[in-house]
DNA sequence: AATTAGTAAGTAAACTTTACTAACCTACAA
DNA sequence: TTGTAGGTTAGTAAAGTTTACTTACTAATT
């Protein structure tokens, strides 16, 4: 529990002014006092100083009320103070944005993975942040600090990637090499808690309490909020949902469709579902190209795709019945075949689980997990503010 | 967010000074001093005024360090300063029980539901309870209020029971016939919430964080606290383990054991093993009485309870794919049987789980609902202290 | 003599209350 | 139409309150 003294209140009050004026966007001393029940010279003081740390800026009078008075001086969140740089780590592309402090990714970059993994992938990341930079005319003081999203086990408190296959890393230190490469504060989590954390700040979570995103891709995997928090797990694995069992049977049987790999994601992944297919019709096929043929009315693959989405449906159903989340998000390779997945998890759901759940899409393009990882970032930084 | 000011400081202070105490049952004002890095004259002021409430007790000297010094003054916590009942209504009997702040069971008392229900059980309770008081010596100025455990699905806001098969209540406004029979402060929840909050106070659960409850009886229900606070979910149904589809091609044939019932507790509780067993062998068999014939190694009984309890531990290994916590404890009715539930449950994990988790049996008897009362009463009472 | 426990007196930092000035609107009379 | 009185709101200044901290002390012990 926080010890409390002078300088804890103060700073608790400033971080309740600065919500106040986040959430109204402009906003007066007076109405800030009235809607925190604090004084007005209270208020006066605080405002002050956060003028002084170009925190808020004064953004010219409102209008008098109706009864009279004095015109009231406007007070505007600064976001533009600070800027964020995250970085989305894929195993195809490396994503990277520098976002003000209301999430508005202000430059975007990309480049592909594997062709600077093995020698200068940091130098590449270094380049192109100097050049986002350099186009938003900023310089390090500016930058509060990296947040950084990885596709595979990570230990965030050692700042390890313990194992992400698709960057063949093992026990990778990767807060080492990005503080190396930048010298500023770093935070990095896996993919999945970078994207309900991404979600939770400025996408279609937004103000949702008790949230879970679902990524189906090569895996699948999720990632929970509980009353607003991420909820990482005793030994940071919580929301393996790709290792639920929803089938006995089946299960007593069933073969990892890769090394390491849980039950579900073996049965209902995409590459389960393009294994599947590829073995039912004797041809290399992908994911996508078995939804397509799906479309077409392809009776193998509607075979298989039905019964991995059945299996899919059951997991997220029984999330439900144990969560009783607000608002389940799905991302990761599922955009072409959203309706689909969403049809047939409300089908099952409306059967098994004890209550219903918004299930939706993610509201994010290709820059989730730059917005994502500056929410990481924002989460763990011992800032005046907090989102 | 909470607002900042000079009360709130002293408010959090004394609290923290308070669970120093309770942690270290007896300490000194220094001592205090230096772990809670606050000033020794704070504590001093502090600790008088917790004095004069009566939540600390001095208790003579101890003894002076090696190095020579004044002797230290020992305060304890003053468990004894107030009490709490707690009332744990279930379908058989109702338990009642008065504890100190200590959680520990001063009085208790039990009766029979049914024979009350229709007519007195509100009289019942209080006669009950007035004879606790009598037994302890103590009027209603030392209480502090009432906790209660209820066997059905209760909104603790309204403080309503919207339904409880077991006694036969809808819609029964259970916390305003407790005001009215008691006139004390009320805090009422379902049973699995009760245990759980019981187990992390007091029991098997004490100083962890994340833990599940799993009650297996009639049905198979379970509560979940994460980062030490109880979670209730969005629409307080977070913890339906009981909905849990384990069997994707079973699920579509499955009927309810009971009306409302999920397909877990549909094959694997008590009911469905006493109904399986009953059909199986033409005659009427308890649960009970199935594990009996297990242990003489009766192949019927053996074949539903190996079925039954497979759904069962792949239930639970789901729960810990999902939740990660750092211990899962097994209660209900499972005590006879908990050896043969727990190899079950740590074989099934150990396969599919992606870490294990330790599981254990409840460390409770028949007060664990009254322990459990009094903890969620201690949980949502505004006082002074937390626990 | 050194060390530890606890208290007293005065100071610093945060908030509040009260009282003020500045700026504005409405109503009404000239 | 214009001017003014009266009332209202925004923001600030000064004094007071509460809490914790610092410094300096006494008491008790090795």
Redesign the interface.
């Known amino acids: 529990?926080?010890?409390?003294?002078?300088a804890?209140?103060?700073?608790?009050?400033k971080?309740?002014i600065l919500?106040c004026v986040m959430e109204e966007d402009a906003i007066s001393r007076a109405a800030i006092a009235k809607k925190?029940?604090?004084s007005k010279p209270t208020i006066s003081t605080l405002v002050n100083d956060l003028l002084e740390d170009q925190w808020l800026i004064e953004t010219g009078n409102g209008s008098a009320s109706r009864e009279g008075g004095r015109k009231p001086v406007n007070l505007t969140f600064n976001a533009k103070r600070s800027y964020i740089v995250g970085i989305d780590i894929g195993g195809t592309n490396v994503g990277m944005g520098i976002t003000d402090l209301n999430g508005h990714v202000c430059a975007f970059r990309e480049f592909p993975t594997q062709q600077h993994l093995e020698h200068n992938l940091f130098e590449e990341m270094k380049r192109n942040v100097d050049s986002m930079k350099d186009q938003l005319r900023i310089d390090d003081t500016k930058i509060l600090g990296i947040g950084a999203g990885i596709p595979g086990v990570t230990n965030i408190k050692e700042g390890i990637v313990v194992e992400a296959p698709a960057l063949k890393w093992k026990r990778f230190p990767i807060v080492a090499e990005l503080e190396k490469t930048f010298q500023l504060p770093i935070h990095v989590d896996n993919d999945v808690n970078i994207n309900v954390l991404g979600e939770h700040w400025m996408g279609i979570g937004k103000n949702k309490?008790?949230l879970v995103y679902v990524a189906i891709g090569t895996g699948v995997g999720?990632g929970?909020m509980?009353?607003g928090?991420l909820?990482?797990?005793?030994?940071?694995?919580?929301?393996?949902?790709?290792?639920?069992?929803?089938?006995?049977?089946?299960?007593k049987a069933y073969h990892p469709v890769h090394k390491g790999y849980?039950?579900l994601e073996s049965v209902s992944s995409g590459s389960s579902i393009s294994m599947q297919i590829t073995k039912k019709l004797g041809k290399e096929l992908s994911a996508k190209q078995a939804f397509e043929l799906y479309n077409e009315g392809d009776e193998a693959a509607v075979e298989v795709i039905d019964q991995a989405l059945?299996?899919l449906a059951?997991g997220i159903?029984?999330?439900v019945?144990?969560?009783?989340?607000?608002i389940i998000i799905l991302g990761g390779g599922v955009s072409g075949s959203f309706s689909l997945i969403h049809k047939k998890v409300m089908d099952?759901m409306n059967r098994?689980?004890?209550?219903q759940?918004e299930v939706v899409r993610t509201s994010f393009g290709k820059e989730a997990g730059v917005i994502g990882s500056v929410a990481l970032f924002l989460n763990e930084f011992e800032g005046l503010f907090e989102i």
């Open positions: 529990m926080q010890k409390g003294n002078a804890y209140i103060k700073t608790m009050n971080r309740l919500k925190l029940s604090l309490e008790n999720s929970i509980i009353n928090n909820y990482r797990g005793t030994n940071y694995s919580a929301g393996e949902i790709g290792y639920l069992v929803t089938d006995k049977e089946y299960a849980g039950f059945e299996h059951i159903s029984n999330y019945s144990l969560f009783d989340p607000e099952i098994y689980a004890p209550q759940c």
